[in-house]
């Protein structure tokens, strides 16, 4: 593909770059130099009492790919799941970290007497091992996330009480806290003060998830900064062996298979720590499969045209004046695809944006003005790439590939 004549066709649309760079503003962070009247705070800060993370330059930090919901026969409703398999399928997949988040009334709350003391379950250079389970109640269920083993039955025990109550110990626990299926039939029936993030895209099956969407833009528009992220909420395995173990629930691998849906996180090391820290920050984006194209929005502070807000950051604008924002295509050797963006503005869609074959992105630019509490989503469709393992699962979240986490402008600490 000849870029540079790509990108003489696609100048004269308004709206579009080219898969060069070369014309792009670079994103690196104007260290030292001010440019911008503008502030770019990092993520998180509209739930009190949480730490607030440290910056992270939008051009540093590594994609790491993750599943953060899963299920191994600790959970008795995925008996024919072994921790073994389970790990062997994240690796060959493609995932750099998995939280494997049993159902912990299963366990009465001793997740490690059981998922975290299994051999198998631990952090190696290839995966990346989070702490954690499926804190099931009878109002709702949450992961927790952890880079190391904490005292999950002072969680336990909370199970089922106050928001206030469960707020306490999530916060002298230091846990991420995150609200699982949030209008399935578990719905979520916590305050949402309590969690840093909701899954708002569970399972495969992407058409499920449509209420998630508008919880997630409901909640974002009341002032919190609130990370969305995925879980294939996985149950149910052995594929390979498939069909000499003949289990009613062995469809599932062909259709909601480790890593349906991928979430990204921008961590600042390769480690446990980082992941964590990554989803209390929002630098977080969500694709169908390992294998598929991640979305990541970005946007510039200043006039300097310079893309350096990134994901979960919040942008205080002391100007009136037009923001530029650029999407871009990222886990994508050769792009030769069609893909429709949709930008979603406060809960709306902005405006839809078209992707061409040998295009990875696209820049537009709005105006929220200052003193304005906005934010920013992009959300992209098209056809996602199979995982290897099982190739017919990515059929049922169609036509959703990617969706971003929101870029803020001007929310309150
Ligand atoms: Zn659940
Ligand atoms: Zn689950």
Known sequence: MNVPSLCAVFSILLLVACSSDDNEPSNRQSAGVDTSPNEVQTGSRAFGGFPVPEPLPVDEGIWLAGDLHVHTNYSTDASNRPMAEVISIAKNNGLNFLAVSDHDNHVDGDLAGNTWSDPGYKSDDELLVLYGAEWTTGKGHAN??????????????????????????????????????????DAWGYGYDVVRSIEVWQSSVWFLNMNAQTIWDDQIRTGRRMTGRGGSDSHHGYIRSFPTRIDPNNFQPFVNAI????????????????????LNAGRVTISATPQSP????????????????????NLVLKEDRPVRFKIALENIEIQSSFYRIEVIRD??????????????????????????????????????????????????????VSISNPVYVNYKD
């Open 259 to 278: 890593g349906t849906p991928t979430t990204w996180v921008r961590a600042r090391n390769r480690d446990a720590e980082s992941v964590v820290e990554a």
């Open 347 to 400: 809960g709306s869609a902005l405006t839809t944006l078209n992707i061409l074959p040998g295009q990875t992105s696209v820049i537009f630019t709005d105006q929220p003005g200052a003193n304005t509490m906005t934010y920013y989503r992009v959300t992209m469709q098209g056809v996602s790439t199979p995982l290897l393992d099982s190739p017919g699962s990515f059929i049922p979240s169609l036509p959703m």
């Open 294 to 313: 991640r979305l990541v929005l970005t946007a510039s502070s200043g006039a300097d045209g310079v893309f350096d807000v990134g994901m979960g950051d």
């Open 144 to 185: 927790t996330f952890s880079a190391t083993p904490y005292d999950h039955q002072a969680m336990y025990a909370v199970r089922d009480g106050l928001s206030s109550e469960v707020e306490r110990v999530v916060k002298s626990l230091g846990l991420h806290f995150s609200a699982n299926h949030p209008a399935s039939g």
